[in-house]
């Protein structure tokens, strides 16, 4: 595992915002997904490249609820984490054909859990996913197990990229909560982002 402390340089930030924002309103845009059991994640979400179903716990390419397609994953996005990939160099490279792009407002959380429906080959080879953080600063829960009274917690703040990969590949990991007013002034001023975080998760299905 390794975190890349503001790797993320703020003009990138900014381009990332407002493109996510431009697709989000769009067709395959931000909603907010169920589990199987019904309940509503606290935060709200879209994929780009794949849909993810979180009630099947699978990968296609359109939405069940409303057949709406995956956007493409943009260019830009996938340079930046490709780049960081490669700047830790402890990983093998991917080739991202998933993004998964999460808004927590300042009440949103993610429970522990582990990232597990990519492909059985995917898995295997330990190809890890690439974490990329912008707005509020997160507290990000990691550990052996689901207990989050046992994890780990480090600060994700705007512009850091956290990899998972190889032996941590499938680590539980989880937000524990977002902290209030503590994005960037100028990523604030450029973007009129509003208060929550935004993550934008990379992987190889």
């Not at 924002?21 to 309940?39: D, V």
């Not at 582990?114 to 829960?141: M, W």
């Amino acid at each position: 595992m390794v975190l890349l402390k503001g790797f993320v340089k703020p003009e990138d930030q900014i381009e990332m915002v407002r493109m996510c924002r431009q697709l989000g309103k769009g067709p395959g845009g931000f909603y907010r997904p169920s589990l199987k059991n019904g309940a509503k994640l606290n935060l709200w979400m879209m994929s780009l490249g794949k849909n993810w179903d979180p009630t099947a716990r699978s990968y296609g390419p359109t939405r069940p609820f409303d057949g709406a397609q995956a956007p493409t994953i943009p260019d830009a996005f996938k340079m930046i984490a490709q780049t960081a990939n490669s700047t830790a160099g402890e990983f093998p490279q991917i080739n991202p054909d998933i993004c998964i792009v999460n808004y927590y407002t300042n009440s949103g959380k993610l429970g522990l859990h582990q990232d597990r429906d990519e492909s059985e080959s995917s898995l295997s080879k330990g190809l890890p996913f690439i974490s990329i953080s912008i707005g509020d600063t997160a507290e990000f829960l990691f550990g052996d197990t689901r207990d989050k009274d046992h994890a780990t917690k480090i600060n994700l703040e705007s512009g850091d990229v956290l990899i998972l990969g190889g032996e941590s590949r499938l680590l539980f990991h989880g937000i524990s909560h977002v902290k209030t007013n503590t994005a960037p002034s100028w990523l604030k001023e450029e973007t009129g982002i509003r208060p929550g975080r935004i993550n934008f998760t990379f992987r190889q299905h």
